[in-house]
């Protein structure tokens, strides 16, 4: 039977991916698309049988895969938007199928990535067209034959719903029939088929054709075809006319795809030209409020906020004027609204306005946390964590110690000792209002000092939970507490602050060891006094003594830095402590939630109030993570 004018079918398979290979910042993924596995075919026209790839490298024509091949949702060809995706290059590699794939950047193709690389979609199909088959009989007699594919080509690859199930295999929707060119023989072959053995094998024995069937088949595939077309052609919005002329002219499913990506390129194309002289300007609504933020800004603080050129068109504009403004600009007539009435359109009328309050006390929050002078970061480790829950941070030891090893001796095992401290991220939070009252009166310290303070003060709350640690001498996982004389970082007894009790504490932390017993040699580098100490503790660390003899000189010349915290006089007005660098072994952890790295704020419209709602909060956990890195003197 003669094929010239057929196609070559394009048939799908199941493979895996490797997910541990995914690169989210170059959005890619290796994958293995095929291991040649036996398949089970069967059809309308030949007996079962199996179709085995053969991964032979000489076997598989890759010229397609590595010339840009696409990348499919679930095989679908016949919309450009179903491509999410290229394949960057392909190999057979000790028998295995193996490419690496590329992902879309559009919008539509991001919730796709994100499953896969959260490991949601996890299966990979390759659509391919075989060029030539060989026949292996089968090892006992009434096995199923079996058809090893010598000459293949794979076509393209898919992420797919479906999992890898050898006996759900997927076809294209035409469901055209493998066995056309498996049993009957397909003059693509370059050569008769031929067994592993090169014994000429007999022509399959064609069975006997029910005509009434088959002329019912025909009459059903056709009118399955009728019906796809036309609705593939709905779908795009082409004219009827187009799909009859491709019903006419008998055009494949295959080929009605192409047609109508070739059609919609030639719209495309004379949408392009009819559209060349259009100007594309930024978003007006957007440079509003930029500009009006920055005039707001300016005027609450010109020292610290400048004004671009485009902002000095509201410069002299109070609130209200700017709510006018950005009513008018959606095509609000204000010219009869009272005050109150104004201020309540602007709220309720557009998103500008509402959006303006927020991002200028989002600003002077965020800038008034930033410059916030706080100490608690000296001894304080940033770290992030994914939610709420609590979580074991872990600390790893020292290692074992190495031990010789004699001449014909044994190389024995070790242990790493582990220990964890628990840590929890908890919400801090407090609401303020922005009124139609203040804004009427244009009260700038609504829109640009309270949220300033609001700001001071979140950094406020995290150096009272770091140094609440210090001050509160919590118990650590050991059941003792953070200071204690078992933990060797607490002196047996008070002493003001010189060079003596300065050695005392140093020679603590040096002897300090680890959790498998090494010792660990910590460095101090602060010394942490309450503000009662500070000018004390400055004058010992900086004073320059010519001595007479060695042992009158000041070895701590320069190497603390003094750190004077008003949080420690509420406790003690004489105990002082020395900490090392967090840098160099954890004392005290500050997480945050994933995603954050300050205070946040929120907004929302009232009904209760006059005016709009604000929510500041910060997600914050504090804990004492290790007491090696810190010693602590009562003082005098």
């Not at 075919?41 to 397609?64: A, I, N, Q």
């Not at 035409?174 to 094998?201: H, Q, W, Y």
């Not at 003899?549 to 004489?574: Q, W």
Request: net charge negative; glycine share 6%; aromatic share 6%.
């Amino acid at each position: 039977m003669k094929s010239d004018n057929k196609p070559i079918p394009m048939i799908d398979r199941r493979a895996t991916f490797v997910p541990e290979t995914i690169n989210k910042e170059k959005r890619t993924i290796d994958v293995v698309w095929s291991t040649g596995a036996k398949v089970k075919r069967g059809g309308l026209w030949s007996d079962p049988f199996y179709e085995e790839l053969s991964m032979k490298k000489d076997h598989v024509r890759l010229d397609r895969l590595n010339a840009g091949a696409p990348l499919l949702n679930n095989h679908n060809n016949w919309d450009l938007r179903d491509v999410i995706g290229v394949v960057e290059k392909a190999s057979v590699v000790s028998k295995e199928g193996k490419a690496t794939v590329r992902f879309s950047e559009r919008e539509d193709v991001g919730p796709l990535f994100n499953d896969v690389a959260s490991g949601i979609i996890r299966n990979i199909s390759v659509g391919y067209r075989v060029h030539k088959f060989e026949e292996v009989e089968g090892k006992n007699e009434g096995d199923l034959k079996t058809y090893r594919a010598v000459d293949w080509e794979p076509m393209e690859l898919s992420f797919v719903a479906i999992p890898a199930d050898a006996g759900a295999q997927v076809r294209n929707s035409e469901n055209l029939n493998l066995c056309t060119f498996v049993t009957r023989g397909d003059e693509s072959m370059s050569e008769p088929i031929k067994t592993e053995g090169n014994a000429p094998v007999k022509e399959p024995v064609q069975p006997t054709i029910d005509q009434d069937k088959l002329r019912n088949e025909a009459i059903e595939e056709e009118r399955k075809r009728t019906i796809t077309i036309k609705e593939m052609v709905r779908k795009v919005n082409l004219e009827e006319s187009f799909a009859d002329k491709m019903i006419e002219d008998g055009v494949s499913l295959d080929d009605v795809r192409g047609q109508i990506i070739e059609k919609l390129a030639e719209k495309q194309k004379d949408n392009d030209t009819r559209s060349s002289n259009v100007t594309v300007t930024k978003d007006e609504n957007e440079t509003r409020v930029r500009c009006a933020k920055e005039a707001i800004l300016n005027r609450a603080n010109s020292a610290r906020y400048e004004m671009t050129e485009g902002a000095r068109k509201f410069a002299n504009h109070s609130m209200l004027d700017m709510a006018r403004e950005f009513c008018e600009a959606h095509g609000i007539n204000t010219r009869e609204m009272t005050k109150m009435e104004l201020v309540g359109r602007a709220f309720h009328s557009t998103s500008d306005f509402p959006y303006l309050l927020a991002d200028v006390a989002n600003k002077t929050l965020r800038d008034a946390y930033a410059e916030a002078p706080e100490t608690h970061m000296e001894i304080a480790r940033e770290i992030t964590l994914p939610d709420f829950k609590e979580l074991s941070r872990t600390q790893i030891g020292d290692g074992p110690e190495l031990d010789e090893v004699l001449e014909s001796g044994e190389v024995t095992y070790g242990t790493v000792g582990e220990a964890a401290e628990k840590i929890q991220i908890k919400t801090y939070a407090k609401a303020l209002s922005i009124t139609r009252k203040a804004i009427i009166n244009d009260d700038l310290d609504a829109f640009s000092r309270i949220p300033s303070l609001f700001g001071r003060r979140a950094r406020q709350k995290e150096a009272d939970l770091v140094w609440a640690i210090i001050t509160g001498n919590p118990d650590m996982y050991d059941s003792v507490a953070l200071f204690h004389a078992d933990h060797g970082n607490l002196a047996s007894s008070g002493a003001t602050i010189d060079v003596t009790t300065l050695g005392a504490g140093r020679l603590a932390m040096r002897t300090q060891t680890g959790i498998d017993g090494a010792t660990i040699n910590i460095t101090p580098r602060k010394i942490l006094v309450p503000a009662a100490l500070e000018t004390k503790a400055e004058q010992i660390i900086n004073t320059v003594i010519v001595p007479a003899t060695d042992s009158n000189a000041n070895p701590f010349k320069g190497t603390l830095k003094v750190v004077a915290e008003p949080r420690l006089d509420a406790t003690s007005a004489t105990a002082w402590f020395l900490a090392a660098s967090p840098s160099e072994i954890d004392i005290i952890e500050l997480a945050r939630l994933q995603g954050e790295s300050g205070p946040v704020i929120e907004t929302q419209e009232g009904f209760e109030i006059e005016g709009m709602k604000m929510k500041v909060r910060i997600d914050v956990g504090v804990k004492a993570i290790d007491w090696r890195g810190v010693y602590k003197n009562p003082g005098a």
